[in-house]
């Protein structure tokens, strides 16, 4: 190596480690969306909401979480009134609620399971056996005194008769969850608590299948999209969709934002082309073209939570939930 080039090399060291870093700095920069239609709800309490509902996607709605909170509203989620019921010293998280008709259901840990008849102006503790695998993690109301439950061990029930009796639809153990989608047409996806693998059920399945991750970034959630098409977000911020009717069959991997160091928690789509994720450190990305761009929603970035998830009711109504207490409501007005 000639002198001069010794000499060079140690001045244009820190001119190519800044075109490097300025290249991951814009690698993950993101267009702005063109209008947030997400406005806060003021809560009457500062409890984590783990789940909301609206009841026949109409104002009426429900909403649970943690230390055993319920809430009501009746103008579609613009203003919310405490319901919280008397549940003893137990110091219960309300994981899941649904309502078909006037006819609702709600579940949580631990293992507690409440049902009304007439919208909610009463509820009553159906017993739970010491036996049932696992706690209850999700519920849906299927139709008049028929309702389907998924513990967080894998074991799915489902009841014709209000509760009285529970048919096993699959008793054998998955492991914790992480979380678990259920679709419209009655499939299952679960994320194991480590996020190392996922697990599949169909109506009819004996038992869960289960799949490995095909990534080494482990799975943080997964959910189902139109035509129970599925999507994966994995730790780092990963985006991907499967191919349809191939549930190991997966597309490239994306990353929209490559700074979000608390990653991407959840994912829901608004039309089959609008798909939203929510973020940890208040990120809320949108995607206009089905997942192959995303923008950012940088109007709510100041609002000091992780938003864990994110829930739409056909295309007009929607929300965020977030931590202690923080609620947004998707506005159509506001959208534009």
């Known amino acids: 190596m000639t002198h001069w080039l010794r000499n060079l090399l140690p ?125 209850p993690r999700l519920v849906v109301a299927l139709g008049s005194q028929e309702a389907e439950m998924m513990t ?63 990534s080494s970034r482990r799975l943080q959630n997964m959910g189902f999209g139109p035509g129970d098409r599925l999507w994966s977000l994995a730790r780092g911020g990963q985006v991907q969709f499967s191919a349809p009717d191939d549930v190991e069959a997966w597309n490239s991997t994306t990353s929209p934002e490559l700074r979000n160091s608390l990653g991407l928690l959840d994912l829901a789509y608004r039309t089959e082309q609008e798909l939203w994720i929510a973020g940890g450190s208040g990120d809320l990305l949108a995607s206009y073209d089905g997942g192959q761009t995303w923008q950012k929603d940088r109007a709510v970035g100041n609002i000091p939570s992780n938003f864990y998830r994110v829930l739409f009711f056909g295309q007009d109504q929607g929300f965020v939930l977030g931590q202690n207490g923080v609620l947004l409501r998707y506005s159509a007005s506001q959208a534009g």
């Not at 949580?108 to 010491?130: M, Y």
Request: proline share 6%; net charge negative.
């Open 11 to 135: 001045k244009l060291l820190p001119v190519f480690l800044a075109a490097i870093l300025c290249v991951g700095c814009t690698a993950g920069k993101l267009d702005s969306i063109a209008a947030n239609p997400w406005e806060p709800v003021t809560l009457p309490t500062d409890k984590t909401l783990l789940d909301v509902t609206l009841v026949g996607k109409g104002p009426h709605g429900w909403a649970v979480g943690k230390n055993a909170t319920i809430l009501e509203t009746t103008d579609g989620g613009k203003t919310w009134a405490d319901k919280s019921l008397d549940l003893g010293e137990s110091p219960y998280n309300l994981e899941s609620v649904s309502f078909s008709g006037q006819e609702g259901w709600i579940v949580g840990k631990p293992a507690i399971l409440l049902h009304t008849t007439d919208d909610g102006k009463n509820w009553s503790e159906i017993p739970l056996s010491n036996q049932l695998p696992g706690d």
């Open 152 to 214: 967080d061990l894998g074991a799915i029930y489902r009841t014709n008769d209000g509760g009285r009796n529970w048919k096993a639809m699959v008793q054998e153990s998955i492991g914790v969850v992480r979380n678990v989608s259920r679709s419209p047409s009655g499939k299952y996806v679960s994320v194991s608590s480590r996020g190392s693998y996922y697990s599949t059920w169909n109506p009819g399945d004996e038992a869960w299948f289960q799949h490995n991750r095909n």
